[in-house]
């Protein structure tokens, strides 16, 4: 890197990029009260059954999944900042519904198009981003933004917290329109932005439907994207794994589990920003997968063996698995940002995101059943497999990304790969 490239990495972000940082706190803080009620505000407030709700939420991630990528060639067409306000405007007006449903099916309905627009805002920001500040500092952006969105789902995870105490309809109703009104907010900073990203990157005119889909003909992006999927499995390893693992073993105590969460989020909100240094091309980014995996192979080693030792040091060893967890969940964020902003051309970069996303979301499927499957299942066996697999994902995905950072060959290819090659930036 030139001295003058680490220079505008290092230096200040834009005026657009810290509103974008304030909207995604914002937004997160609304969502971190929202999420700890949710469950209670559709049982006790809604009256629906725990099966209705598991359906609902089930139908609600199958929706979304399947939206992603026809938003992303619409937010191609009109930008993303005018697709992430009307995704958040959307979300507030779908909450201030909710008090309202009286029903399984209007439920279903509502709780599927919020599924949609929620989904959808994770690329929108992240594709707002890339025009917010230049490429030097799209990941280190994109780390300040998961720093401040973990930091404000505690907080509004410990608000919320508070406020089920007393156990009333009013306090849930509240937190609702609390986080409907987080929206509002957001949307408003939002619309005051002014980037690149509010003109069309062809002048306006519409790319050729081949053009706009050519990311399912991309087979190595497609191939990264599979990859950075599995390396992502360190969420379901906290969220799933550790709590299961720590139910089944009756010697640790359940209190290790709000632990684990707590480390985990501390040590992102600290040090993600940080791991985000020197990250910034393809290669950079399978580098940091390849980091990621043996991180959380490491994680699943010291997991397997608690099962085997006295309390304190079943506890002891939890709890440092999660410190290498959660600095596996920051390489691999980092490294998934540098891949997908790398390699996504710059008239098809949303539609790019959205179908890297699509990774993610998959993820929240096939997760659990692999926690399921090797964990629940096989135990300390299971952890063995489980890091064997997101190692060789990692070393693979550096593999593949030292491979994309070498000049293309030329082809005759209809739809080329990126303007420029393949180490051209998407923007």
């Given at each position: 890197?030139?001295?003058?490239?680490?220079?505008?990495?290092?230096?200040?972000?834009?005026?657009?990029?810290a509103?974008?940082?304030?909207?995604?706190?914002?937004?997160?803080?609304?969502?971190?009260?929202?999420?700890?009620?949710?469950?209670?505000?559709?049982?006790?407030?809604?009256?629906?059954?725990?099966?209705?709700?598991?359906?609902?939420?089930?139908?609600a991630?199958?929706?979304?999944?399947?939206?992603?990528?026809?938003?992303?060639?619409?937010?191609?067409?009109?930008?993303?900042?005018r697709?992430?306000?009307?995704?958040?405007?959307v979300?507030?007006?779908?909450?201030?519904?909710?008090?309202?449903?009286?029903?399984?099916?209007?439920?279903?309905?509502v709780?599927?198009?919020?599924?949609?627009?929620?989904?959808?805002?994770?690329?929108?920001?992240?594709?707002?981003?890339?025009?917010?500040?230049?490429?030097?500092?799209?990941?280190?952006?994109?780390?300040?933004?998961r720093?401040?969105q973990?930091?404000?789902?505690?907080?509004?995870?410990?608000?919320?917290?508070?406020?089920?105490?007393?156990?009333?309809?009013?306090?849930?109703?509240?937190?609702?329109?609390?986080?409907?009104?987080?929206?509002?907010?957001?949307?408003?900073?939002?619309?005051?932005?002014?980037?690149?990203?509010?003109?069309?990157?062809?002048?306006?005119?519409?790319?050729?439907?081949?053009?706009?889909?050519?990311?399912?003909?991309?087979?190595?992006?497609?191939?990264?994207?599979?990859?950075?999927?599995?390396?992502?499995?360190?969420?379901?390893?906290?969220?799933?794994?550790?709590?299961?693992?720590?139910?089944?073993?009756?010697?640790?105590?359940?209190a290790?589990?709000?632990?684990?969460?707590?480390?985990?989020?501390?040590?992102?909100?600290?040090?993600?920003?940080?791991?985000t240094?020197?990250?910034?091309?393809?290669?950079?980014?399978?580098?940091?997968?390849?980091?990621?995996?043996?991180?959380?192979?490491?994680?699943?080693?010291?997991?397997?063996?608690?099962?085997?030792?006295?309390?304190?040091?079943?506890?002891?060893?939890?709890?440092?698995?999660?410190?290498?967890?959660?600095?596996?969940?920051?390489?691999?964020?980092?490294?998934?940002?540098?891949?997908?902003?790398?390699?996504?051309?710059?008239?098809?970069?949303?539609?790019?995101?959205?179908?890297?996303?699509?990774?993610?979301?998959?993820?929240?499927t096939?997760?659990?059943?692999?926690?399921?499957?090797?964990?629940?299942?096989?135990?300390?066996?299971g952890?063995?497999?489980?890091?064997?697999?997101?190692?060789?994902?990692?070393?693979?995905?550096?593999?593949?990304?030292?491979?994309?950072?070498?000049?293309?060959?030329?082809?005759?290819?209809?739809?080329?790969?990126?303007?420029?090659?393949?180490?051209?930036?998407?923007?």
């Open positions: 890197m030139t001295q003058a490239a680490e220079r505008a990495r290092r230096g200040p972000l834009s005026g657009a990029a509103a974008l940082l304030v909207a995604v706190f914002i937004d997160a803080l609304g969502s971190g009260l929202y999420m700890s009620v949710s469950v209670v505000f559709f049982t006790r407030y809604l009256h629906l059954s725990g099966g209705e709700v598991g359906t609902g939420l089930s139908v991630g199958a929706v979304s999944f399947v939206s992603l990528v026809p938003i992303g060639v619409l937010a191609d067409r009109v930008g993303p900042r697709m992430l306000i009307g995704a958040h405007l979300r507030a007006a779908l909450l201030t519904c909710y008090p309202f449903v009286s029903g399984f099916a209007p439920f279903l309905l709780v599927s198009l919020l599924a949609v627009a929620d989904r959808a805002a994770s690329p929108l920001v992240q594709g707002l981003f890339g025009t917010a500040v230049g490429k030097e500092q799209r990941v280190r952006a994109m780390g300040r933004a720093s401040l973990n930091l404000g789902l505690a907080l509004g995870g410990l608000v919320a917290g508070a406020a089920l105490v007393p156990d009333s309809d009013g306090v849930y109703v509240g937190i609702v329109y609390a986080n409907s009104l987080s929206f509002v907010l957001a949307a408003a900073l939002v619309a005051r932005l002014r980037t690149t990203a509010d003109t069309a990157p062809d002048g306006g005119r519409p790319l050729p439907w081949k053009q706009r889909i050519s990311v399912f003909r991309d087979r190595r992006f497609a191939l990264l994207t599979g990859l950075n999927s599995v390396v992502s499995l360190h969420v379901t390893v906290l969220t799933a794994g550790v709590p299961l693992w720590v139910l089944a073993h009756d010697r640790m105590p359940r290790a589990i709000a632990w684990t969460l707590v480390l985990n989020t501390v040590v992102v909100v600290l040090c993600q920003v940080r791991a240094r020197g990250i910034e091309t393809a290669e950079d980014g399978g580098r940091a997968l390849r980091r990621s995996g043996l991180l959380l192979a490491v994680c699943c080693c010291g997991l397997a063996v608690t099962g085997a030792v006295p309390t304190g040091a079943a506890v002891a060893l939890l709890l440092g698995a999660v410190a290498f967890q959660a600095f596996a969940e920051m390489y691999q964020q980092a490294g998934a940002w540098a891949i997908s902003y790398d390699l996504a051309p710059e008239d098809r970069r949303q539609v790019y995101l959205a179908f890297f996303s699509l990774g993610n979301a998959a993820r929240n096939y997760g659990p059943l692999v926690i399921a499957f090797l964990v629940v299942q096989r135990g300390a066996v952890w063995l497999l489980l890091g064997a697999l997101v190692l060789g994902a990692g070393a693979w995905a550096a593999r593949f990304g030292q491979s994309l950072a070498a000049p293309a060959p030329l082809s005759s290819s209809p739809v080329p790969h990126v303007p420029g090659g393949i180490r051209g930036h998407r923007s």
